[in-house]
């Protein structure tokens, strides 16, 4: 069992930078791999990036390759999702998900362990 908590999310000029932050607790957690994904109003639950147990794998969806990068530090319990340069598409409430194992991390129903949310709001 696992519990996650998201925070950093708030308010930015596009081309500005945010760094999210997911913290677990509850158990080891470089047991887990950790998934964000965000959802836009009206919109579906979509996949940003991905992040393998030791941090030596990462992945993104394309709509954020170059701009966002997800980190972890297994000591302090915690994942990063740094967002550089971000655009008004970038709008919309920020989960992270963790499972110990995840057989396709692009999708969200593969994670069984769910933080709150954070708000990020890109302005123009």
């Known amino acids: 069992q696992v519990q996650l908590v998201e925070s950093g999310g708030g308010l930015v000029q596009a081309g500005g930078s945010l760094r999210l932050s997911c913290t677990a607790s509850?158990?080891?957690?470089?047991?887990?791999?950790v998934g964000w994904f965000r959802q836009a109003p009206g919109k579906e639950r979509e996949f940003v990036a991905y992040i393998n147990r030791s941090g030596g794998f990462t992945y993104y969806a394309d709509s954020v390759k170059g701009r966002f990068t997800i980190s972890r530090d297994n000591a302090k319990n915690t994942v990063y999702l740094q967002m550089n340069t971000m655009k008004p598409e970038d709008t919309a409430i920020y989960y992270c998900?963790?499972?110990?194992?995840?057989?396709?991390?692009?999708?969200?129903?593969?994670?069984?362990?769910w933080g709150q949310g954070t708000q990020v709001t890109v302005s123009s």
């Open positions: 509850g158990h080891i957690f470089s047991s887990y791999v």
């Open positions: 998900a963790a499972d110990t194992l995840v057989v396709v991390p692009t999708s969200s129903t593969r994670y069984n362990y």
